[in-house]
């Protein structure tokens, strides 16, 4: 088996999947690229008999069947000509006589991958699973079932949320994220790759924690040599990736791409109506599948500011990779001008660079805010994160403010967090701090909160010391806290 890295957590499900004295239904999902089959394939395919059944994309059942034909014969007879079974309701009775003569007491792995492309319409695909593993292999202690996908809102749709068929079947569910920091970190140590903490922040802006994507770095040469090469040389494997991962996930790829362009044009989030509008697209169900979709698959987040209600929900992209993309590869690219020699070089010199990455240093404290939360003191304490922003009417003498992220606490407290990319220690000036202690009057003011309202402080380097900042912050943190 090939070293599996930083996924101990998914390990020890896979562990008691495996030694479980019961059947076992596990549904594995997430976004595409990062890792399902290889996670799933490097940990079963060595402990038990394992038989993979992998979907083909748009392919008729005729071929589905042939494959599912293919991978028991390969499993169970050497390879041999077994026949292709007539529907999937004679390919799970082939696996149950099977399974059932097989006279070793080893657990038995069916991985079905890329369930949403074996499952075609009108195959019956899943009506056959559901009746064989309720009246057969769910009564078979060594049989481990799993299915995965990466068109993640049709297994939502189809298995984990349905509300008849597969959905009470399930034993175990997974969601298989992109890494965080620290993964990423012990990753790309396995790679051979040790860089800067303040380098894999940067790296991680662009690509994210995708495994495959940081499989395509090369050790040799530095962080801006491989983010040119991966993305601003003719064939870089992450110039033409875009288009390619829409369309291997989504029946109406150009539709979401639309979706997420439209989204991403704005740098604090769209609320729905207003997106709605920008689109010309009414209220209803096309444009939520959309947006299910899309959060489904990892792409976007939904969200409601602090005080606001379920209709006023807004959507931001969070992907690294995507957003990296609409920002700095998509526009050269269509106007068909090829990218200058150290295109990336120059630009992460310039105030463009700098503004865009205050947004992706934001994007990534929000989705590392459970190891905020631990530095803060707060594992022990119940907390609500979310967003808030006033803007005052036109005229008006009121200040307006935006706090990139509260945490609305339950001992009484909300702390405001104030969050900057900054390429050394950040320094709390006269103006800033001044600013920072308006804000936190004008959030009291406007929201009327009977709770203590504090300010913390969060930078790339940290901060410097200054006269100012026991005056203003509670506390400040560095980007080390996110790793």
């Known amino acids: 088996m090939k070293k599996i890295i930083a996924r101990s957590q998914e390990l020890e499900i896979f562990k008691k999947i495996l030694t479980s004295s019961k059947a076992e239904f596990l549904v594995v999902y997430g976004r595409r690229r990062v890792g399902k089959t290889y996670i799933i394939r490097e940990f ?84 056959a699973l559901d009746h064989y593993w309720n009246k057969f292999f769910s009564r078979m202690p060594h049989f481990k079932l799993i299915i995965c996908g990466s068109a993640a809102s049709w297994i939502l749709d189809k298995v984990i949320n349905a509300k008849g068929g597969l959905h009470n079947r399930l034993t175990q569910t997974l969601l298989l994220k992109p890494f965080d920091l620290g993964q990423t970190t012990e990753y790309l140590k396995y790679l051979g790759i040790r860089w800067s903490e303040k380098q894999i922040l940067s790296l991680y802006m662009t690509l994210g924690g995708v495994p495959f994507y940081l499989d395509q770095l090369d050790k040799t040469v530095s962080l801006v040599q491989n983010i040119n090469n991966l993305c601003f040389t003719e064939g870089g494997f992450l110039q033409t990736e875009f288009s390619k991962l829409f369309t291997s996930l989504f029946d109406m790829a150009l539709e979401n791409m639309r979706f997420v362009r439209a989204i991403a044009a704005q740098r604090n989030g769209i609320e729905r109506s207003a997106l709605l509008e920008k689109l010309k697209l009414p ?197 080390t806290v996110l790793f």
């Open 283 to 479: 209220s209803g169900g096309n444009a939520s599948a959309r947006l299910a979709e899309l959060e489904a698959a990892g792409f976007i987040k939904s969200y409601r500011p602090y005080g606001k209600t379920i209709r006023n929900t807004f959507y931001r992209v969070v992907d690294e990779y995507v957003l990296f993309y609409l920002r700095w590869i998509e526009g050269p690219l269509s106007s068909g001008h090829p990218f200058a020699m150290g295109y990336w070089d120059t630009k992460q010199k310039s105030p463009d660079f700098l503004s865009w990455s205050g947004l992706a240093f934001e994007n990534i404290c929000m989705k590392h805010i459970e190891k905020i939360r631990h530095q803060l003191g707060l594992d022990r304490i119940g907390c609500q994160y979310a967003s808030w922003s006033y803007v005052p009417a036109k005229k008006s003498q009121e200040s307006g403010a935006q706090v990139d992220l509260l945490i609305d606490r339950d001992d009484g407290v909300i702390t405001l967090c104030e969050l900057k990319f900054c390429d050394k220690k950040y320094v709390l000036d006269k103006t800033t701090a001044k600013n920072l202690l308006n804000k936190i009057e004008v959030f009291k003011s406007i929201t009327k909160t009977s709770k203590h309202v504090e300010m913390v402080l969060i930078s790339t380097f940290g901060l410097k010391p200054g006269v100012w900042v026991s005056e203003v912050l509670t506390k400040d943190l560095d980007a």
């Open 44 to 127: 079963f395919s060595e402990k038990s008999l394992f038989c993979e059944v992998v979907g083909l994309k748009g392919e008729p059942m005729s071929r589905q069947l042939s494959e599912f034909s293919s991978a028991v014969s390969s499993v169970f007879f050497n390879h041999a000509s077994i026949g292709v079974p007539e529907n999937w309701h004679a390919a799970f009775d082939l696996i149950l006589k099977t399974v059932s003569s097989w006279n070793k007491k080893e657990p038995f792995v069916l991985f079905l991958d890329e369930l949403p492309w074996l499952a075609t319409l009108h195959s019956d695909c899943l009506s």
